[in-house]
């Protein structure tokens, strides 16, 4: 993005329109866009385009004479797409590419680990922050085999009875979650002892992931965006047989242990026979799946369609009806022995020998393995899924510090603080008030660029954000509150810039601000009124129906015999006289399939059969009809000369040219009332 380095002296005035001056750049930005400058042969010369140009504004400015401009539909409409063309400017462009990049590698990549995991809210006090991050450093050290002092003890202990839900429950005589807490410090020694592997031994005793319990944290093997990306980061830059730091994601602390790292086997997607079994079998239970297992290899062997054995006979009831096919999965998400199967077979289609699950026996098929493409491949899924995740926000987060940095950003921490006199729990009720503040003295809270923002700006913003909130800190969530205000003004600020900052954007902007308003007026003036205004199209279809003739034509009766000798009879009954009810009467009297008649009006052309006997009368020859098998008589009733068509049956087209005449009347009044002035100097310069 280049940035707009204020081009008023060199971008000098090209032409006026009512004396309204239209510069340069706005001019050759839209002739080159639209000239075709990619091929010479039909590049319209400047001289040319400036008649198109001058029209188009002059219409621009004519739908803002008219007020379309500062209709609601139409600031909605250009304030969505502002917001969408803003997006990608309101981000740090360097960050994203970067994550985009760090994205592409990890999905080459899957990785193993197990987690302990210290829950605690994002929203949590300082207090209770401090606890959670001292218990999972106790632990983390535990782990590594530094266990836990008296002292150390005795300030943890301190620690949690200060905690929110604790010191709470303690008033209330209920000591249970206290005492569960401080055990798992306590005896992080002896839990050490319960497994030569310490991870695997103190997890299942300390960490408040429920999964905990059967895994003892192993969370088998994940990718990128399987997990949060704090948590996702550590797990790949952490080397293997290492504990990490001590991570903080929106579901707390976690301490990780990387236990594998190995190449994508990618997504793969496949179909089985399942034979269940029951939770406790007996041995009879394991013979007599073993036995039925081997039963549907065997007819796989002899050429047993895969797909209707599974919905006959698999026990996955979930998968039967879909001819066994399962979701695509990636590794580290099912049975060991069944990805290994899976992943092993080398072709689509193949399947494999039966596979034994704590789940039942399994034939697996796989119908389609998706590997990991080129960075061209996959950028534009890697885009949007990085859009979507917490990692989009490290952007934004560059923005704000880069524009604080170029704008001079001073907060002055006092304001803030003077906010503890006027919070109280109507807050937490939402019932506060942002009148309260006015007491403050409207003091500056932080600058940027220039402009001060206050404290009654803050109160304001603080009321916007008021819901019903459990008893807490107040002031704490005032701060929370305080921050998020501070980075949506300094987005916002940016945002404000934009078309100063960026000649692209400012380009863009106005070239979608003014496509609106000449789609709306020329609605207005040109299509919608030309549907709408009924009396002047029939004024004009009248001025001009003779454009709207119809050519000579045919009106035929077509009769469908069911075969020579009806056709026969049909000739006889006409040249008698008789009327097309009497025909048709007395050749159905024994079957009413015998003759079916159809009247249709034909241009010459139309039809070859009835060009062919372009006259009053009956045609000399029966025409064979194959797809009915039927023999058809044509006679023509009269011949009709050319007429003019009424305005129902010439109405699209009348109306199309009712158009093109309102669009040249209204352009005849641009023209008279719209002066164009041209600086022939500055258009000369233009190539």
């Not at 109507?426 to 923002?453: C, D, H, I, P, V």
């Not at 048709?584 to 399939?593: A, I, M, W």
């Not at 039927?630 to 009712?658: F, M």
Request: proline share 3%.
């Amino acid at each position: 993005m280049t940035p707009f380095l204020g081009l008023n002296a060199q971008d000098p005035v090209v032409m006026t329109i009512n004396d309204r001056p239209i510069k340069k750049s706005e001019f050759e930005v839209v002739y080159r866009k639209n000239s075709g400058r990619e091929n010479q042969s039909t590049t319209r010369s400047v001289k040319e385009y400036v008649d198109l140009f001058s029209l188009f504004k002059s219409k621009v400015f004519e739908a803002e004479r008219l007020g379309l401009d500062t209709l609601s539909s139409f600031r909605n409409e250009l304030a969505g797409y502002r917001r969408q063309l803003a997006a990608p400017y309101l981000t740090d462009k360097n960050t994203n590419e970067a994550l985009l990049t760090e994205a592409y590698e990890r999905m080459k990549l899957e990785v193993r680990a197990s987690h302990i995991l210290i829950r605690l809210e994002e929203t949590a006090l300082p207090k209770d922050t401090l606890e959670a991050w001292t218990r999972a450093n106790l632990i983390r050290n535990a782990i590594l085999g530094k266990f836990p002092t008296p002292a150390e003890i005795s300030n943890y202990d301190k620690l949690l009875k200060n905690t929110q839900v604790i010191a709470g429950q303690l008033k209330g005589k209920d000591s249970t979650l206290y005492k569960i807490k401080l055990k798992s410090i306590k005896n992080l020694q002896d839990y050490s002892k319960l497994d030569q592997d310490k991870f695997a031994a103190i997890a299942p005793k300390t960490s408040d992931d429920p999964s905990v319990l059967d895994n003892k944290g192993d969370l088998n093997y994940f990718s990128v965006f399987d997990m949060v990306y704090p948590f996702e980061t550590a797990a790949y830059t952490t080397p293997i047989g290492d504990l990490s730091q001590i991570v903080r994601t929106k579901f707390g602390y976690h301490i990780l242990k990387v236990t594998d790292r190995r190449v994508s086997k990618g997504e793969i997607t496949v179909a089985h026979i399942m034979v269940k079994m029951p939770k406790d079998p007996t041995e009879q239970d394991k013979q007599n799946a073993k036995l039925k297992i081997d039963e549907l290899y065997a007819k796989l062997g002899t050429g047993a369609d895969f797909a209707a054995l599974a919905r006959e006979f698999s026990d996955d009831k979930q998968s039967n009806e879909r001819g066994g096919q399962l979701q695509p999965f990636k590794a580290g998400r099912l049975p060991k022995a069944f990805e290994d199967a899976a992943f092993a077979l080398k072709n689509n289609n193949d399947y494999s020998m039966p596979v034994l699950t704590q789940y039942g026996w399994h034939i697996i098929k796989r119908l389609n393995l998706k590997t990991v493409g080129s960075f061209d491949d996959v950028k534009t899924e890697l885009k949007s899924r990085v859009n979507r995740d917490s990692r989009s926000q490290m952007g934004r987060s560059a923005l704000i510090a880069r524009v604080k940095n170029e704008n001079l950003f001073k907060e002055t921490p006092a304001a803030l603080e003077a906010f503890r006199k006027v919070m109280d729990s109507t807050y937490l009720n939402a019932t506060w008030k942002a009148e309260r503040a006015s007491k403050l003295g409207n003091k500056e809270m932080f600058q940027l660029g220039g402009k001060s923002y206050k404290q009654n700006d803050f109160a304001k913003y603080l009321e916007s954000q008021m819901t019903f909130r459990s008893p807490t800190d107040v002031f704490e969530i005032v701060k929370g509150i305080y921050k998020n205000w501070v980075n949506e003004m300094v987005v916002a600020f940016e945002d404000s810039q934009l078309e100063t900052k960026y000649v692209e954007f400012a380009n863009l902007y106005r070239e979608y601000r003014d496509g609106i308003l000449l789609f709306d007026l020329t609605d207005q003036k040109v299509w919608s009124r030309a549907v709408k205004d009924t009396a002047g199209l029939r004024q004009y279809y009248e001025a001009n129906k003779t454009k709207y003739l119809w050519e000579e034509r045919a009106d035929v009766t077509i009769y469908k015999c069911l075969n020579e000798k009806v056709a026969t009879e049909l000739r006889k009954l006409y040249k008698a006289g008789k009327s097309e009810k009497e025909i048709t009467e007395t050749l159905n009297k024994k079957s009413q399939l015998n003759v079916t008649v159809e009247n249709i009006m034909y241009l010459k052309g139309e039809n070859k059969n009835v060009d062919s006997g372009w006259a009053k009368g009956i045609n000399a020859a029966n025409f064979k009809e194959e797809r009915e098998n039927k023999i058809v008589v044509y006679v023509v009733n009269t011949i009709l000369p050319k007429s003019p068509k009424t305005l129902a049956e010439c109405r699209g087209n009348a109306t199309a040219d009712y158009q093109t005449f309102l669009e040249s009347e209204w352009l005849d009044y641009l023209r008279k009332n719209y002066v164009v002035k041209v600086n022939e100097d500055v258009l000369n310069t233009i190539k």
